[in-house]
């Protein structure tokens, strides 16, 4: 199954006799899928079904939906809107007492002032409604494909960029793993030198037991075998999610929180240049990792 972006774009026009429509679908990142409908007033029903059908196609992000009519105005009907005829007649009224010598309002002047004219809806009978309902969640499904279709090719082209850079991890922890700093001669060596720089500073009154004993409490803290396993782990994990594909995105944003993990005890526990250069080249390919993973569905 194909991975998935959060973002994308998609617009759908429709049209059946006087009535034109356009739906305009965005999407954006987010934890949960947020769906943000904005219809017409007295196209509330159709908000359960519009909900079904994104549901059915989408898994995350922030989606707005928004659906834009515009109806012929030959199809509209004039009508007087006798409250505000009413309220403005009883205003003439009233400046007539208060100011005697007004000259009358013309019945055009009268009809002029807004509101007293508007414009009506036609009345619809149930097949016409049904037929329109069904007219604009057939244009709403091509604006989910088209939307869909934009967060495939987007997720497709991100799953390239973290594949890359998963396979920077990877050899990084190789790297890691090979360093001759690692070999049991050299930390050998090292401890050693460290035992005998003691001897020196305190002029033998060490007990060479106890710097022995020490010695190797520190190897053992400063080794990073569990950690290299698990970093080979996570990446035979992300590679088998990428492989799987579909709704991937919350999982590999785990992994990458324990890759960072693991890099910051790696450096933590360093003792040596290479070692901490490597852990430091790991943090950073990590981070740039999440920023594409947190984009997947």
Same mark, same amino acid.
């Given at each position: 199954?194909?991975?998935?972006?959060?973002?994308?774009? /998609?617009?759908?026009l429709g049209e059946t006799g006087p009535?034109?429509?356009?739906?305009?679908?965005?999407?954006?990142?987010?934890?949960?899928?947020? @769906?943000?409908?904005?219809?017409?007033?007295?196209?509330?029903?159709?908000?359960?079904?519009?909900?079904?059908?994104?549901?059915?196609?989408?898994?995350?992000?922030?989606?707005?939906?928004?659906l834009a009519m515009q109806r012929s105005?030959?199809?509209?009907?004039?009508?007087?809107?006798?409250?505000?005829?009413?309220?403005?007649?009883?205003?003439?009224?009233?400046?007539?007492?208060?100011?005697?010598?007004?000259?009358?309002?013309?019945?055009?002047?009268?009809?002029?002032?807004?509101?007293?004219?508007?414009?009506?809806?036609?009345?619809?009978?149930?097949?016409?409604?049904?037929?329109?309902?069904?007219? @604009?969640?057939?244009? @709403?499904?091509?604006?989910?494909?088209?939307?869909?279709?934009?967060?495939?090719?987007?997720?497709?082209?991100?799953?390239?960029?973290?594949?890359?850079?998963?396979?920077?991890?990877?050899?990084?922890?190789? /790297?890691?793993?090979?360093?001759?700093?690692?070999?049991?001669?050299?930390?050998? /060596?090292?401890?050693?030198? @460290? #035992?005998?720089?003691?001897?020196? #500073?305190?002029?033998?009154?060490?007990?060479?037991?106890?710097?022995h004993l020490e010695a190797v409490m520190?190897?053992?803290? /400063?080794?990073?075998? +569990?950690?290299?396993?698990?970093?080979?782990?996570?990446?035979?994990?992300?590679? +088998?999610?990428?492989?799987?594909?579909?709704?991937?995105?919350?999982?590999?944003?785990?992994?990458?929180?324990?890759?960072?993990?693991?890099?910051?005890?790696?450096?933590?526990?360093?003792?040596?240049?290479?070692?901490?250069?490597?852990?430091?080249?790991?943090?950073? #390919?990590?981070?740039?990792?999440?920023?594409?993973?947190?984009?997947?569905?």
């Open positions: 199954m194909a991975l998935a972006s959060m973002t994308g774009f /998609a617009r759908a009535v034109r429509w356009t739906w305009e679908l965005r999407s954006v990142n987010g934890k949960s899928l947020d @769906l943000r409908i904005r219809i017409p007033a007295g196209l509330e029903t159709l908000e359960p079904k519009i909900r079904e059908r994104c549901g059915k196609l989408l898994r995350r992000g922030n989606v707005t939906i928004g105005q030959a199809e509209q009907q004039l009508q007087v809107n006798e409250k505000a005829l009413d309220a403005v007649l009883s205003t003439i009224d009233l400046l007539k007492n208060r100011v005697p010598d007004l000259a009358p309002p013309s019945l055009d002047g009268i009809l002029s002032q807004k509101g007293v004219f508007e414009l009506k809806e036609p009345e619809e009978d149930a097949d016409a409604q049904a037929a329109l309902h069904n007219a @604009l969640l057939t244009t @709403l499904d091509a604006a989910l494909i088209d939307l869909v279709d934009m967060r495939h090719t987007e997720g497709h082209a991100i799953s390239g960029i973290v594949r890359k850079q998963i396979d920077t991890v990877a050899e990084l922890t190789q /790297a890691a793993e090979n360093l001759p700093a690692r070999r049991p001669e050299a930390i050998r /060596a090292r401890l050693q030198k @460290l #035992v005998l720089d003691l001897m020196d #500073v305190s002029d033998g009154q060490l007990d060479p037991q106890r710097l520190l190897a053992t803290k /400063a080794d990073i075998r +569990e950690e290299l396993d698990r970093l080979h782990a996570h990446v035979s994990a992300v590679r +088998e999610l990428m492989d799987a594909g579909g709704a991937i995105g919350r999982r590999l944003d785990f992994l990458a929180q324990e890759f960072n993990r693991e890099a910051n005890t790696l450096c933590s526990k360093s003792n040596d240049v290479e070692l901490t250069a490597i852990g430091l080249d790991l943090k950073a #390919v990590i981070d740039q990792m999440r920023e594409q993973i947190q984009n997947l569905e």
